[in-house]
């Protein structure tokens, strides 16, 4: 599961993917500066887990990780081979979730690709690529079903109801994560298509260092612009946050990060709300050889959870004794916990819950 950072260039896309990963992307001050896609995996940082350290005091930690991808490159004309239009438009279909990163900062000696600061004509700008990327795809996807649907197949003819749908909506510069449809339509239909339009986004407001906390009018503009979508909002200083991280000395990252008022990096937020973005969660693994995050879809099932350590764990599954974060933290420890009579015996048809401390039986 990978998210992918796009926007317009200049934005900060780069400086912001150098905050999340430790790779050094360049970052300069002129578009396509970054050409081939970077690949990030990110720690993402739980609170939850340094508890569990604390507690079990195991030989080593690991935690959850997501993968960033930094798609450079999105200009005006995308969608009909600009810049480097059709390969970066190739790399976003490769992503599950979009962080779409708006300019919201004055800085005149950055030069903005149209002239002036307005991160709601950036966002219009992008998401018209996209959508004329998915548009392109409903075209071809119509010409096939057409045939079909006028022999007086049933599901040919839905599919091209929801097609038609799909298409008027983009043509209205609607995307398709904003239109409805029955579960059924999404599922059989919508979902399998991939459209770009219908990943998931989160839009980062890209800040100068006083609006930190606060934001500023031009994040308010993009709060509004977007309040119908059904999508987070994020401020971030990015510029000042690259800053902070250049410094290698915690205390003192932690004191210019509280000098903007802030407890713990942006970036570390954002992380955690792409990992969500993703649909996914976290259960634990808590032994005295390795306290670790592991990552499983929303609604996975036990086994499932237990494939993510090992496929033989998943087809040879048994049980899962399972003790909730909660419970873990309120007894101390496993065996506490078991004393309690709060550890429970799952089987294969239980769905994970977040912060499930997990632990299999199977046979080999
Ligand atoms: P990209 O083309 O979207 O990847 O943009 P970059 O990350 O390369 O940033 C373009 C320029 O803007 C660089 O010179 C950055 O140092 C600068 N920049 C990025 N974020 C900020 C910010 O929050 N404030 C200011 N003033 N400059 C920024």
Known sequence: MKAGIVGLPNVGKSTLFNC??????????????????????????????????????????????????????????ASKGEGLGNQFLANIRETDAILHVLRCFDDDNIIHVD?????????????????????????????????????????????????????????????????????????DFVKPSQFITDKPVMYVCNVDEASATSGNAYVDLVREAVKDENAEVLVLAVGTEADINELDDYEERQMFLSDIGLEEPGAAKLIRSAYKLLNLQTYFTAGVKEVRAWTVDVGAT????????????????????????????????????????KMRVEGKNYIVKDGDVMHFLFNV
């Open 20 to 77: 999340l990963s430790n790779a050094k992307a360049q970052s300069a001050n002129f578009p396509f500066c970054t050409i081939e896609p970077n690949i990030g995996v990110v720690n993402v940082p739980d609170p939850r887990l340094e508890k569990l350290e604390t507690l079990v005091n195991p030989e080593r930690v690991l935690p959850a990780t997501v993968e960033i991808v930094d798609i450079a490159g999105l200009v005006k004309g």
């Open 115 to 187: 002239g002036n600061i307005n991160p709601i004509r950036d966002k219009e700008t992008i998401d018209i690529e996209l959508q004329l990327k998915d548009l392109e795809t409903v075209d071809k996807k119509l010409e096939k079903v057409k045939r079909a649907a006028k022999t007086g197949n049933k599901e040919a003819q839905k599919e091209e109801a929801v097609l038609l749908k799909i298409k008027s909506g983009l043509e209205s510069g609607i995307s398709v994560r904003a239109l409805e449809f029955s579960e059924d339509e999404d599922i």
């Open 302 to 341: 036990a086994p499932q959870a237990a494939g993510v350590i090992h496929t033989d764990f998943e087809k040879g599954f048994i049980r899962a004794e399972v003790i909730a974060y909660d419970d873990f933290v309120h007894f101390g420890s496993e065996a506490k916990v078991k004393e309690a009579g």
